[in-house]
């Protein structure tokens, strides 16, 4: 059990982080590299025309997979933030910031492939959709968080109030997401809203959660690859770092 | 009695200082002494607690002053650059707010008195940011005379103040300490009081 | 206990001080919810639908603008460190200073809303509501808005920063708010609107001051 | 396999723009991110590495 | 006239070294108006008829918020009083202040408009005319609010006082600017709304920096 | 050739100097002394024209500085309580920024010699927020060494620097002196400097 808790914390020091992280990484590019061609294969060939919404649903391939990451993504992150306030460990603050510009990103995704797709099905590139106005509220937090951690130097403060921002978030999250539902459904005003997938094919699912797959992978590749250069950025002046054949070479 | 084993600080990359072992008993005063950006201000701020040291740790009557918390507070009075000191009120109003905020209250006579002693007679009720640089400083230093505390961490009291003043604050400390109390302070100036230790940066 | 009313005391006093305020936030609410029939125009029927969310838009922007200055002051005359070294806890104090702000800022919009809602030419019924959820609504954007302004203390550019990071944690208050009223008016009821409002003003009563607090510990080290 | 020719998988049933903009920007995101991420660690990097040859030369 | 341009540097790197403060006006902008949909409702009607009048009152708030930071920070650390005392002309120093505003407040909301404009579902010629009046209005904007910022410079309570001050002498240029868009909508032809703003704005350009610089030397006295 | 007469300056209803004369010629130097609150900041604000006065008139080399205008600012440095650094910015940026705005140039090369003349070496490029007191004071005085001007006014000048960096700014002040330039200064301690006028508020 004292074993398991030494080895545990062991890992959450950066200095014996940061090489295990270096071994995982392109082992992630490989699986998100396989997930990837795989599910654009699928979701390009395989996959059949959709009987009401032409070949213009091809866009749920992405957009799926980068809405659920961008809201997993958040609940990780926040973990990562809780986990340092409490323990105090520095690679947890770390672990936050590099997944936000990551998590960033895929709600920009979902925003931008769910638009490119509205227009099409719905005649406008936006509507006040309640899950399109969460997911909206969601990239501005994400963007809150970005920009509270950038607007402070020192990097303790930072992980600290941005772990406090992120927890703040993760309650609120739930609130936003089912108030906003209720806004929309009591107005009953927009003339569209996302229809429930049209009992989707089980092709279009396995292509979807393949893809889901490769975001994943992808994720993770670039997060720890992130979490890595900040390592060294905060990390610059310890021992271990100019002990690095990286830096000696 | 105040003592600190092994503290560094590390602002950036500098490490201000390293392994500073301390000790300030009762009755005696303790002059920081450092070139600018020595350090001196950074050890106040983690003496008082405000700051944490990067490493080691601070007793207060041999218990850590972290688990202390409120009780070491409680004892001890830290003045800072800053004035802590509301330009839009004044010198009276400044000084019994700061006293109800400590869970203290104090008599508006006492605190007329204190604000004589330190030369601001007549300026009770002009609203501080009206006042000159020195005399901002004596309405923070008129604390000293109110609060009851056993500690007294002063970063640069002496600042701006004019030779009268300087006596004056000089007497206050001299009485503070003879009475069995702790004082830390910088200055880049000498100071010539009794028991004093001195400690360079 | 002495030391949070000598602290709402200090902060009524140093608003009175500072005069204008307290009737400026007022102002300013009064302006920006004027300027939208100039920049919409001025259709009655146009505009008694839109006036919920107007007045509740304006009144959480009149809000948000006091907030950079809820710690700022404190923070930059060292009065915020005395608070930190105060033997009283510091929760306390800051839900001291909440409450403050929120008599200076939030409860002056309560009491001026039912006069511009007369602009708009709301009804009584729907003036009541909104008055009562205003009077809900404006404690809990002084709570969110503490945790914010104190994040952003002492940096630059926090005033902007400070709407970033608060806006979005302000949108249930808002739909709720607004929608107290808008449901009144379309017959649907209020009540639901306005208990989950005040289920929020719980929550974020138990849990604004302690974040508030937390970061601004972060902000002093 | 759905399609006849390139021009016709390349015109997406008509849906070309939403498909191919969606897909185009997804691609583009998840190339430059990875691209930036290593312009950061090349960057830290070589200043490490400044750095270890300033101090030699000072300890010379 | 070279100090003219070290000026502008100089706030632009001060700009950038916060980092944040361009991007997050930008964002509070975008912010504001998405609150509205969330206060209103969301039928796409009603928004699309709102939404000149919201798109421009945003970007005023906008350009508002920062306009506290415009000379608060020169004059806190004392840097005011050094161009007061330069030899270079003040009135030329606090037109490059003004300029400088203008290039990190006012011309990221021009650009960003067209994407805010798509949420309320504005055609792309109506978004022309949109993008056109704030070309034209921020420039505006900025220059008006220069001597706002002077006037209440180092008063208690400024921020606050200082919207009071502007936004009233704001109205002409939110009516003009959202006036054209929705003359365009209505098919009226934006033309004379246009003119008129252009006309604001030459006449404000030759007399703000004046004014600015008058109440300016008044505040440091 | 600096001089007053009659100046008075009043603040709410107190007067703070009424009738007061002056004069500084090339060569010399003028000490403005006083107790906290009597004045002294309110004259040389007056004095650099931040501040008209009640009454009295103020001349430079003969005529009146209000008439004289820019020509009067060319040839003045003011540096009061605030340090007119940007908290931001390094203390090289801070440097030649500021000697753009006076409306010359000032090349890195020398912008880093005064700096390192007044000991900020290793610290050009750390924001000013970071420095501490002292070194904050410095950056401000390094624009002394590169900004060319005959009339130094200076408030305070000796406050929060280390006795090293007291050595240095009195050094740097006759210099200035005796190459013919004017300097009027206040401070709380005594300055040993030849050429000296005192005038006591
Ligand atoms: C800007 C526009 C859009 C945004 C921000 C957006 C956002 C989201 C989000 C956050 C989800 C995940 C929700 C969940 O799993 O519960 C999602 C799922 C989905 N979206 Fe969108 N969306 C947009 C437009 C569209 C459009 C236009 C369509 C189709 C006409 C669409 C179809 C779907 C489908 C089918 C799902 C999967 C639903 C499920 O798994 O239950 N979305 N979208
Ligand atoms: N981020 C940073 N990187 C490098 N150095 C830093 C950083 N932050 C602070 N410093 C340095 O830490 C020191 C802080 O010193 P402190 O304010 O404690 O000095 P002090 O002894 O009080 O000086 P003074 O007499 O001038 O008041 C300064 O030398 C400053 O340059
Ligand atoms: N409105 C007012 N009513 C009455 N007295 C005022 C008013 N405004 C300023 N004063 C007084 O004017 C004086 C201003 O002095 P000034 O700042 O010039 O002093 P100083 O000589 O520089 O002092 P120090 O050595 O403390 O810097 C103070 O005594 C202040 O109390
Ligand atoms: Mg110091
Ligand atoms: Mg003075």
Redesign the interface.
């Known amino acids: 059990m004292s074993n398991k808790i030494v080895n545990w914390f062991k890992y959450a020091s950066p200095q014996s982080f940061y090489p295990v992280a270096g071994k995982m990484i392109p082992w992630f590019w490989v699986l998100a590299a396989i997930f990837g061609v795989t599910g654009l294969w699928i979701s390009?060939?395989v996959a059949?025309?959709d009987a009401t919404q032409?070949?213009?649903y091809?866009?749920i391939f992405?957009?799926v997979p980068?809405a659920w990451m961008s809201m997993f993504i958040y609940v990780v992150m926040a973990t990562w933030a809780g986990l340092g306030l409490a323990l105090n460990t520095r690679l947890s603050g770390m672990m936050a910031q590099a997944l936000a510009?990551?998590g960033a990103?895929m709600a920009?995704?979902s925003l931008?492939?769910g638009?490119?797709?509205g227009?099409?099905m719905w005649g406008?590139?936006?509507?006040?959709?309640a899950r399109l106005?969460s997911a909206?509220?969601l990239f501005?937090?994400y963007?809150?968080f970005i920009?509270?951690q950038?607007?402070?130097?020192d990097a303790?403060?930072a992980d600290?109030?941005g772990a406090?921002?992120a927890?703040?978030?993760v309650?609120?999250v739930p609130?936003?997401y089912f108030?906003?539902k209720?806004?929309?459904t009591?107005?009953q005003?927009?003339?569209v809203s996302i229809n429930k997938a049209p009992a989707m094919a089980t092709t279009m699912l396995w292509g979807m959660l393949i893809m889901a797959l490769a975001f994943w992978m992808?994720s993770i590749?670039?997060a720890l690859?992130?979490v890595?250069?900040i390592i060294?950025?905060r990390e610059?002046?310890t021992e271990w770092?100019?002990e690095l054949s990286?830096?000696?070479? | 009695m105040l003592s600190a084993t092994s503290l560094s600080c590390v602002r950036g990359?500098r490490h201000l200082f390293d392994g500073l072992d301390l000790a300030v008993g009762p009755g005696e005063w303790l002059h920081v002494q450092g070139e600018n950006g020595a350090g001196k201000t950074s050890l106040l701020r983690i003496l008082s607690s405000l700051s944490p040291p990067a490493a080691g740790e601070i007793l207060w009557r041999g218990q850590p002053i972290k688990t202390l918390g409120e009780d070491y507070r409680r004892e001890m009075l830290f003045l800072g650059h800053h004035g802590a000191v509301k330009e839009e009120l004044t010198p009276l109003e400044n000084l019994t707010l700061a006293a109800q905020l400590d869970g203290t209250s104090l008599s508006e006579a006492d605190a007329m008195k204190a604000l004589a002693r330190f030369g601001l007679r007549g300026r009770e009720d002009l609203p501080v940011r009206f006042l000159s640089a020195g005399q901002k400083r004596r309405v923070l230093l008129a604390r000293l005379a109110v609060r009851q505390a056993t500690l007294w961490i002063l970063d640069e009291p002496f600042t701006a103040l004019d030779v009268k003043a300087v006596d004056m604050l000089s007497g206050l400390i001299v009485e503070h300490v003879t009475g069995g109390g702790i004082a830390i302070l910088t200055s880049h100036q000498s100071i010539l009081l009794p028991n004093g230790k001195v400690l360079v940066l | 206990m002495s030391a949070v009313f000598a602290i709402i005391r200090r902060d009524l006093l140093l608003a009175m001080r500072r005069k204008s305020e307290v009737l400026t936030a007022l102002f300013f609410f009064i302006i920006v919810v004027s300027l939208f029939p100039l920049g919409i125009g001025p259709e009655p029927a146009l505009l008694r639908k839109i006036a919920p969310g107007i007045l509740w838009v304006a009144a959480l922007l009149a809000t948000m603008l006091g907030l950079a200055r809820l710690f700022a002051p404190d923070h930059a005359d060292g009065t915020l460190e005395q608070m930190v070294l105060s033997p009283t806890p510091l929760g306390l104090l800051i839900a001291g200073k909440i409450a403050a702000h929120w008599i200076t800022t939030g409860l002056p919009l309560v009491l001026l809303a039912p006069v511009l809602g007369i602009q708009f030419d709301l009804d009584s019924g729907a003036q009541g509501i909104l008055v009562v959820s205003l009077l809900l609504g404006t404690p809990l954007l002084s709570l969110i808005g503490a945790?914010g302004a104190a994040?952003?203390l002492g940096?630059?550019?926090?005033g902007v920063?400070l709407s970033?990071?608060v806006?979005?944690?302000y949108?249930?208050t808002l739909?709720?708010g607004a929608?107290a009223v808008?449901?009144y008016i379309s017959g649907?009821g209020a009540g639901g609107h306005l208990s989950?409002l005040a289920a929020?003003l719980v929550l974020g009563g138990f849990?604004a001051p302690w974040?508030t607090t937390?970061?601004l510990r972060?902000?002093l080290? | 396999?759905?399609?006849g020719s390139p021009a016709e998988?390349f015109a997406?049933?008509?849906?070309g723009l939403?498909?191919w903009?969606?897909?185009g920007?997804?691609a583009l995101?998840?190339i430059a991110?990875?691209i930036l991420?290593?312009k950061?660690?090349t960057s830290?990097?070589r200043?490490?590495?400044r750095?270890?040859i300033a101090e030699t030369l000072d300890t010379q």
């Not at chain 1, 950038?150 to 130097?153: G, L, P, T, Y």
């Not at chain 1, 990286?246 to 070479?249: G, P, T």
């Not at chain 3, 940096?155 to 926090?158: N, Q, T």
């Not at chain 4, 997406?12 to 849906?15: E, N």
């Open positions: 390009f060939f059949p025309t032409g070949e213009g091809r866009i992405i957009h980068a510009p990551t990103i920009f995704l931008w492939t638009a490119f797709w227009k099409p406008a590139w936006w509507v006040w959709d106005t909206l509220i501005f937090l963007i809150g920009a509270l950038a607007a402070i130097d303790r403060r600290k109030a406090i921002l927890l703040v978030g309650v609120n609130i936003i108030s906003v209720w806004w929309n009591l107005h005003g927009a003339s992808y590749a670039v690859t992130r890595r250069a060294l950025e610059a002046h770092v100019k990286e830096v000696k070479q | 990359e | 945790i994040l952003t940096l630059r550019g926090g920063l970033l990071l806006l979005p944690l949108v249930p739909i709720f929608g808008e449901a649907t989950l929020l849990f974040a937390a970061a972060i902000a080290e | 396999m759905n399609w998988f997406m049933g008509g849906y939403y498909v903009g969606s897909f920007v997804c995101l998840m991110e990875p991420v290593g950061r660690r830290i990097l200043s490490l590495r750095e270890r």
